[in-house]
């Protein structure tokens, strides 16, 4: 794969640390999922999961319709809607508010949204000190790292790991109890809450019929966020809308139980603009922003469009054979494993990481776990495609398509074909000690060649 980074996919693979870390991790998500939507427990598991994916390919189809309607509606509930094409306009509308408002500190929950803009980065160079509550999501921060998965941002670090994080960024004694790391890490972030003047979420549903912005989460952190600082923001890609409020009983249904296995989050926090008069806590002023960043440009093809059916489960990474090997970090995005594998090449261009699309095995696992239906492996091989016929247009690539002419042209003539099988099942054993086949043949297990060819078979079998 020309362009893949080949030296930390490798580090990756050889620190067997790091690999359990993965395996044991995502095997825990897969198992946990696997027991939350036994047929026992919710039968109608499969109708939900085309009930999701008819109703985001509705919603996606008008999505002009359904935005312009929650934007109404937050209006009507005293809160603005910001529209940003990219990263640069939400930061000025960001900096331009906190400037106004003589704001210093924002509190932040998880949301892979601000990742993909580096929200925080861009804050800080306007001396604005931006804190990520969600306990892996701070780990991070404090390690400078980006998110390793989309459900689980620290899946990769051990607590031992943690601690040393902890030492280093906070000045605390050692500690590996991953109980008294989170008594760490709490004492310091409420603090934090009680100074911020801005609270800034994500989005898991945007709901059109009432302007209500949900977000979903375990910590807490989302809710205090989103009541305690006297300024809330919402940060959104424009995908996130629904129709209407009975349609979060499909995708809530399905997302807890897809990303950890859980038949419901925690917390699900319904946010419809500032505070009330008789309301006991919220914000005085709610802004949500609805961001593009590329995705319109995602509307054109509609098999393609399917990749912002994504409600951001994480449970193609967890069951895909490739992210399991080579972790979050080896992708070159924030969105990593299938979903990243697809999306990041429509977000970026194709041929700006052309190894993507086949970073894939194509086993189709995650098209199967998907709780919204998305057929990754159909939109990888478009991608595939579209590389090729970049490559074949910047006359790349002409030596693998005469390779593969001959190949073909050798499969469809048995009287040179069979006599070359056998000359090559010979040559097989020797194969992982060739050049550039070695390397990749390094990484897998050759299978025997069969004793006798399926020729000899079948003309044998006539015989009988
Ligand atoms: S593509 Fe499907 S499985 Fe993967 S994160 Fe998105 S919703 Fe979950």
């Known amino acids: ?77 005293a809160g603005k809607v910001i529209f940003c094409r990219d990263a640069q306009e939400v930061a000025d509308f960001v900096l331009g508010l906190a400037k106004e408002r003589h704001a210093r500190l924002i509190v932040k929950s998880k949301s892979m949204t601000t990742e993909e803009i580096d929200f925080n980065e ?42 040393e994080v902890f030492t280093k960024s906070l000045g605390v004694e050692k500690e590996v109890e991953p109980e008294n790391q989170t008594k760490i890490a709490r004492a310091v972030l409420r603090e934090k809450f009680l100074r911020a003047d801005i609270g800034v979420t994500g989005a898991n549903f945007l709901v059109a019929d009432s302007g209500a912005v949900v977000v979903v989460e375990n910590e807490g952190n989302a809710r205090l966020t ?122 970026h261009g194709v041929m700006q990481h052309p190894w993507l699309p086949f970073a894939s095995s194509l086993c189709g696992a995650c098209a199967e776990v998907c709780p919204v239906k998305i057929d990754i492996p159909k939109v990888l091989l478009k991608l595939r495609a579209e590389v090729t016929e970049a490559k074949s247009r910047e006359g790349k690539g002409g030596i693998e398509r005469f390779a593969f002419r001959m190949f073909a042209w050798m499969m469809t003539h048995p009287k040179i074909y069979l006599p070359l099988a056998s000359i090559g099942k010979k040559f097989l054993p020797v194969l992982p000690k060739l050049g550039p086949l070695g390397k990749w043949a390094s990484q897998r297990e050759l299978p025997k060649p069969a004793s006798q060819s399926f020729h000899k078979w079948w003309a044998d079998r006539q015989v009988r």
């Open 122 to 163: 861009r804050l800080e160079h306007h001396q604005l000190e931006a804190v990520e509550t969600d306990l892996g999501e701070y780990i991070l921060q404090l390690a400078h790292q980006r998110p390793y998965h989309i459900v689980a941002p620290a899946l990769h670090m051990t607590r031992y790991d943690v601690a």
């Open 1 to 77: 794969m020309a362009g893949a980074p080949t030296a930390g996919i490798q580090k990756t693979i050889d620190d067997p640390r790091l690999q359990l870390a993965i395996y044991s991790a995502t095997g825990r998500l897969v198992s946990h999922r696997a027991g939350s939507i036994r047929a026992d427990l919710l039968p109608e598991y499969q109708e939900l999961r085309t009930r999701a994916h008819e109703l985001k390919r509705h919603t996606i189809d008008h999505l002009d319709h359904y935005l312009e309607q929650f934007e109404s509606n937050v209006v009507a509930h």
């Open 226 to 347: 989103s009541s305690a600082p006297r300024i809330h923001i919402a940060i959104a890609g424009i995908e996130k809308v629904i129709p209407r409020a009975q349609d979060l009983a499909v995708y809530l249904n399905l997302l807890g139980r897809s990303a950890t296995g859980q038949p419901l989050s925690v917390y699900t926090s319904f946010l419809s603009g500032p505070r009330r008069a008789d309301d006991l806590d919220g914000p005085d002023e709610f802004y949500v922003i609805l961001l593009d960043n590329g995705r319109t440009m995602l509307l054109v093809d509609p098999e393609k469009r399917e990749s912002l059916f994504c409600i951001r489960c994480g449970a193609c990474l967890n069951h895909c054979p490739v992210y399991r090997k080579i972790g979050g970090h080896n992708y070159p995005w924030i969105y990593s494993g299938p979903i990243g594998a697809i999306i990041t090449p429509q977000f």
